[in-house]
């Protein structure tokens, strides 16, 4: 059998260094493409750099994702997070390729308060989720073969480039900088390791049927706890307080809940990911943090 090949695209980013990086050593032939080599909102780059390859599997974690710059810019936000998956989703029809789009847990509108399941009804409170919920509609609906991966609260050893880090870097330098740290508790989500969304995807990929999937660790928590976690795991000094949410007014609005259940992973018998707890213990352990 000849081996498997796909590109990814966001090959530089945060989680798609790891996927490039774990697809590799699975045996995949995997073609990383950073911003540079595609712009996925143009027809043309899209149409002539994946026809030059002609993959198996295309995945894109590209994305215009800091939450209030698509409040500021929704044309943009448009045209990267929907816009860029028709056209991807256009592309893979005519090459025959399976398509993978990440999306987000901000596609809900948190007031369930309980773990969404991949059937419950989003409701996206913000352009960012609007527009990667339209990214998910265009993938699965125009892909012949489409998966659509949901993610929450993702930190690797790559900074995220559209936010110049992540969660952990920030809690590292607030303690580094002021006095104390106040951190929201009441907003609630599944702080998640990219390596192991990494792990699943190609897992998902390879023995899941096309379709929409909720790929975070287990269990859920407020911000506060998971920034607990990274202030005793790392022996941070500075004090840590309890804050709200209506403490730091913004114009942007987001689910104060957001913890999503692994259905499709369950009731196809695919490997779950681990507890968030454990696997950002061991993140912190295994990395400069
Ligand atoms: N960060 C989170 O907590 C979080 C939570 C839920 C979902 N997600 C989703 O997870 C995905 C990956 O996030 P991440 O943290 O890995 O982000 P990241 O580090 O910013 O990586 C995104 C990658 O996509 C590239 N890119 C951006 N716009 C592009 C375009 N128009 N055409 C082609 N490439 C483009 C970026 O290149 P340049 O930097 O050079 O532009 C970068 O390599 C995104 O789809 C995001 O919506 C993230």
Not at 124 to 140: F, Q, R, S, W
Not at 222 to 245: D, M, R
Request: glycine share 8%; net charge neutral; hydrophobic share 40%.
């Amino acid at each position: 059998m000849s081996r498997q090949t796909a590109v990814v695209i966001g090959a530089n980013g945060q989680l798609g260094s790891d996927i490039v990086s774990w697809w590799s050593s699975q045996g995949v032939a995997v073609v990383p493409l950073t911003h540079a080599e595609i712009a996925i909102e143009d027809f043309d780059s899209v149409r002539s750099v994946l026809g030059a390859h002609r993959p198996d599997i295309v995945l894109s974690t590209a994305a215009f994702h800091n939450v209030p710059k698509c409040e500021e810019d929704p044309a943009r936000s448009h045209a990267v997070n929907s816009l860029g998956a028709l056209n991807l989703a256009r592309t893979c029809a005519s090459l025959g390729s399976t398509l993978a789009y990440v999306s987000t847990d901000y596609v809900f509108d948190g007031a369930q308060r309980r773990p969404y399941l991949e059937t419950d009804a989003p409701n996206p409170l913000n352009v960012y989720g609007a527009t990667k919920l339209l990214g998910e509609y265009y993938t699965l609906n125009y892909a012949p073969r489409a998966y659509v991966f949901r993610v929450s609260g993702i930190y690797g050893r790559v900074p995220c480039r559209a936010k110049g880090g992540n969660f952990i870097t920030t809690m590292q330098r607030a303690a580094r900088e002021r006095p104390e740290v106040r951190v929201v508790t009441d907003e609630i989500l599944t702080p998640t390791p990219t390596m192991e969304i990494a792990k699943a995807s190609l897992a998902i990929l390879r023995n899941g049927a096309p379709g929409l999937y909720h790929v975070t660790a287990e269990g859920g928590c407020s911000w506060f706890e998971f920034a607990q976690v990274i202030f005793e795991t790392l022996g941070l000094k500075t004090p840590l307080k309890p804050a709200v949410v209506a403490d730091f007014p913004s114009p942007v609005r987001r689910p104060t809940y957001s913890v999503l259940e692994k259905g499709a992973l369950k009731s196809q018998g695919l490997p779950l990911l681990p507890h968030w707890r454990d696997a950002l213990v061991e993140f912190l352990r295994t990395s400069n943090g």
